[in-house]
């Protein structure tokens, strides 16, 4: 093994035990920074000199919501689903510092991969449990976060026992009163999965006595249905005094040109 190789952003690559794919960081030699790829598919983007760079629009509009619903720099308690490149965990150490976050991921080797290469900003405070999302998130027991992020769903590929109203309802149940669950979905052009996703959310919010589900995504989706990903978020946080400057907010950060649905606006859209 040569030297470089010990050095933050240099190429490296595991095999994932659980899904037996090859797992590579790479350079992005288009937009700078790097990619982690896996099965040969990226996934995630990260700009080591500039952590709050978000390039996939989905996690930019995530990164939006989180601005806007609570005061900026304050700390956080954030659960990961899903680790990817930990992009968003960067993100959120770097706007606030001192937030406590967990990742939730199955792939044992994907973490390892993703810090030795691309390391975590200073001071961050990061907790790593290996296994399914499901399981390990109910056995943490009267746990409670500000947020949870879930970002596992692809189509129909996705986990079964995931998308389900039963888990949506077992993740608000681990949020605070005025929490958030950002569900990133990305589907094909038909979007029959991503129109369930919808349903199930907007299912188990109304059984946690919550109100509906809002959507960001890009506009053109909303109009002429293509591959592509989109935003669902619920939580006590929605029923908000503030959360028409949020909407506000969401709408002028973009990515544009964005849409940003209420729950009225998202039952419409998605056939409810």
Known sequence: MTSHEFLPGAQRSAQLSFSDQPAWIVKDEVVGGWVLQIGGVEQSHVDLEDPTRLVHEY???????????????????????????????????AT???SEQVVIEIERELPTLVTTALPMPEGTRLEVVIGDAREELAAMTGRR???????????EE???????????LEALDHLEPDGLLLVNVGDDAGQ????RQVRALEDAAARAG???????????????PADGNMVLIAGGALSSPEVDTWRAAWEKAGPHPGAVLDPTETAEAFGR
Request: glycine fraction near 8%; avoid cysteine.
């Open 145 to 155: 976060f500000d947020a949870l992020v879930l970002d596992v769903f692809s189509g």
């Open 210 to 224: 919550l109100s509906g589900v809002w959507t960001l995504t890009l506009a053109s989706l909303l109009t002429a």
């Open 158 to 168: 996705s986990p079964a026992h995931l998308a389900t109203e039963d888990f949506y």
């Open 192 to 195: 029959r999965f991503l129109r």
């Open 96 to 98: 606030r510092p001192g």
């Open 59 to 93: 996690l930019r509009r995530m990164g939006n919501v989180l601005d806007a619903a609570w005061p900026a720099g304050q700390p956080l308690r954030i659960a990961h689903l899903g680790a990817g490149a930990l992009t968003l965990a960067r993100y959120v150490q």
